[in-house]
């Protein structure tokens, strides 16, 4: 993939849906992503989950900033990087979940636990960039650019259409399996098999666990 070769301070022209009121629908929306920053990547995106999180958005659930530009479950493609940038290259395929930044000095950032970040963490779309204060647009668009800390390398393998969920359904179930340190030496019960169950249900059987999904027909 040839470099988009945008590190002059120019904005990059984006593509997305968006809904644009309460009730609105998904329509099609043009915007700008920030200029590449020194720690920045930008992403082409190839696929992004659709998260019932995404739908309190758009429904105004949650009292956000209309247009919305929902998506923080991101699989795609590295298309440029900032000059600070070592780790990822052109070409690299990429994950990006939720959050796209924080505080990063408060002890929950220290200990890379950023969701719990004491100022709040960025969220990938309606959160507050803390440097030039613009709303974040998500991941139903052609673009991202994130900071470097949180995009993560696609492990080899691994089907890139099905890693996108991982972003947040899937570690919102496996991070508590492996906090509690879940093996074969234990049962546990999973309540609701939807987008988050089915996958919770996938991870503890594979650590070993005996598993028993309760839901309804």
Request: net charge positive.
């Amino acid at each position: 993939m040839t470099p988009m070769s945008n590190k002059l301070g120019k904005p990059f022209p984006a593509k997305g849906l968006a809904v644009s009121q309460k009730g609105g629908r998904f329509e099609p929306f043009t915007f700008n992503r920030r200029a590449l920053r020194a720690d920045d990547v930008a992403v082409k995106i190839h696929y992004a989950g659709i998260c019932h999180s995404d739908l309190h958005a758009v429904r105004d659930n949650w009292a956000g900033e209309f247009p919305i530009v929902p998506g923080h479950e991101i699989m795609g493609v590295v298309c440029d990087i900032g000059l600070d940038v070592k780790d990822f290259r052109v070409g690299d395929s990429v994950l990006i979940g939720t959050i796209v930044d924080s505080c990063r000095t408060c002890d929950p950032c220290e200990q890379y636990m950023e969701s719990y970040c004491r100022e709040f963490p960025t969220l990938t779309y309606d959160g507050i960039d803390r440097i030039d204060k613009t709303r974040t647009r998500g991941g139903y668009s052609d673009l991202y650019v994130s900071d470097k800390r949180f995009v993560h390398h696609l492990p080899k393998g691994l089907d890139p259409a099905r890693a996108a969920p991982l972003l947040c359904a899937g570690i919102t179930v496996y991070s508590p399996l492996k906090h509690w340190d879940i093996g074969s030496s234990h049962t546990i019960a999973v309540v609701g098999i939807g987008g988050l169950g089915h996958l919770a249900v996938k991870f503890a059987r594979a650590l070993g666990a005996h598993v028993v999904a309760i839901t309804r027909t």
